[in-house]
């Protein structure tokens, strides 16, 4: 019984990896606490496996635990009496706590206590049994930081296909597992891990990610379409197509643009120098940078705006929000004119906005438009409140002047002449409405 007890300490244990334990210490630490034992002679009163001592500086004031080793003075200081007595009571712990390193403690007594946070060995759960009882309790304390933690001290101790196993049926923890694996970028293990669970799209998404560790552009392209082959859901295949296919337009257009900025022989290029490489950008970006450089090529070439909206199907609203928003800042309202402009079957043209006239003019307005650009959009607000804020806080007189006759409001008229310059044309207009006999006021 005892030999098969025996056996068993040692199959759980096979592993190379030393047991963790939250006493262990780092090396500049022990250099420390070994200079410390050396100059101050203290032996006696300091206990070797206390990773808890208070790191004090040569001049005996606490430093905290940023293990920062202080500047020395001379040997014949260090060894003073003078310095022995300032010492000693700095590095003496109270006796009360000695009791902490007991290693009688049960799970539940060891998660309270890690809660709490006291100094606690794992090494003393040994068998399976006990480590998942460990486990059990530390989920049952509802403490993130005790359970990855157990879980740390599992990864070591236990087998792969063990732990994975045992996982499986606690879904918490495992959560957990995955969560950490994630963040402190095991991807082996994590792979191993979703491999186990069957959990396959996990799997191709955690490959996929591989993407943003890989820095040459050619590379990713191929590690790209490489993941066009794994098992990802219909929606997230066609995600990661659009990724391969974006940064295959984005490497195309990079070299033919860089070949043309170096040589000067677009203009374009020479009046707004690029300030960045295309390459790794978001959709939106390649857009707009597309909408900027290369905005009246043709539909056939990869770097054209309209082909990039069919191409990855960009929304109405997005295209011309993106394709508003570079035209405005190249001053090029001629362009936006025609970008807000739409012909029906029967050869008519009508203004048309699918983000809504008032965002064309808060663009507009940002981009220095004139006042004469601006007031064409303001009067295409359909909100009268919208339409008269706008117009007013842009000094959009016209619109501001025409919107109260529209609405046969006298009194608002006479009190936007104050506002207008004297003599102006602006001013004769709304004299001019106010003598018209003509017209029905409200008021």
């Known amino acids: 019984m005892s030999r098969a007890r025996a056996d068993e300490e040692e199959y759980w244990h096979s592993s ?16 420390l606490k070994e200079s410390k034992r ?9 206990d070797d496996d206390d990773d808890d001592l208070e790191k004090v500086s040569w001049s005996g004031e606490p430093v905290g635990r940023r293990n920062r080793l202080p500047s020395l003075p001379s040997l014949s200081d260090a060894f003073s009496d003078t310095g022995v007595k300032n010492y000693a009571p700095e590095l003496r712990r109270p006796r009360a706590e000695y009791k902490d390193y007991s290693n009688d403690w049960s799970p539940r007594d060891t998660v309270r206590r890690m809660q709490r946070g006291k100094v606690c060995s794992l090494e003393r759960f040994r068998s399976l049994q006990d480590k998942m009882v460990l486990l059990d309790e530390a989920v049952a304390g509802h403490d993130g930081n005790v359970i990855t933690a157990v879980l740390i001290f599992l990864k070591r101790t236990l087998r792969r296909e063990v732990l994975f196993r045992e996982l499986e049926v606690r879904q918490v923890a495992l959560c957990h597992l995955i969560h950490f694996l994630k963040e402190t970028g095991e991807q082996k293990l994590l792979l191993d891990l979703l491999r186990f669970l069957d959990r396959t799209e996990e799997v191709a998404l955690s490959q ?32 990661i197509q659009d990724h391969y296919t974006l940064l295959e337009r984005q490497i195309i257009i990079e070299t033919n643009d860089r070949h043309l900025a170096m040589a000067g022989q677009s203009e374009i290029f020479r009046k707004y120098p690029r300030k960045a490489s295309i390459l790794n950008m978001p959709l939106v970006t390649t857009l707009f940078y597309s909408c900027f450089y290369h905005y009246t090529e043709a539909e056939g070439t990869f770097s054209s705006p309209t082909n990039l909206k069919k191409t990855f199907k960009i929304p109405d609203k997005q295209y011309v929000l993106t394709a508003l928003a570079a035209r405005a800042k190249l001053r090029a309202w001629e362009d936006v004119d025609a970008l807000l402009t739409t012909k029906n079957w029967l050869g008519y043209t009508k203004k048309k906005a699918p983000i809504g006239f008032h965002r064309v003019v808060e663009i507009l307005q940002r981009n220095n438009a004139p006042v004469q650009v601006l007031q064409e959009y303001v009067r295409l607000v359909e909100d009268v409140e919208t339409r008269l804020n706008l117009a007013t806080k842009y000094k959009c007189h016209d619109v501001v002047i025409d919107t109260y006759r529209d609405l046969k409001d006298r009194i608002q008229l006479m009190a936007y002449k104050c506002k207008v310059e004297r003599g102006s044309a602006e001013e004769e207009k709304i004299n001019s409405l106010l003598s018209n006999m003509q017209i029905r006021w409200k008021n």
Do not use: M
């Open 38 to 46: 050396a100059v101050n002679s203290l032996r006696d009163i300091v």
């Open 208 to 239: 996929y990610r591989e993407h943003l560790n890989i820095q040459d552009v050619e590379k990713k392209r191929e590690f790209l379409k490489g993941c066009i082959g794994l098992p990802f859901s219909a929606e997230d295949i066609s995600h």
């Open 16 to 31: 190379k990896f030393r047991a963790f334990t939250f006493d262990d210490e780092d090396d500049e630490l022990s250099q």
